[in-house]
């Protein structure tokens, strides 16, 4: 990511955050959390901050893929 650390953001999803918050502190990029709700049908709506800078960064481990 090129810039300032205000263009840059990271998101962390609800199993990961405390995994994705300690990568912002490392990188000292702000973070937010990434809202998810499943529905009993197995569909997900995931939602994000409402303002989002330039870059972004998703912080999603790979070991339970849905």
Do not use: I, K, T, W
């Amino acid at each position: 990511m090129n810039g300032s650390r205000d263009d840059a953001l990271v998101l962390g999803f609800p199993h990961s955050a405390a995994a994705a918050q300690r990568m912002a502190r490392s990188a000292s990029l702000p973070y937010a959390d990434v809202d998810v709700h499943a529905f009993p049908d197995g569909e997900r709506l995931v939602r994000l901050p409402e303002r989002l800078p330039p870059s972004v960064v998703f912080y999603l481990p790979l070991d339970h893929p849905d």
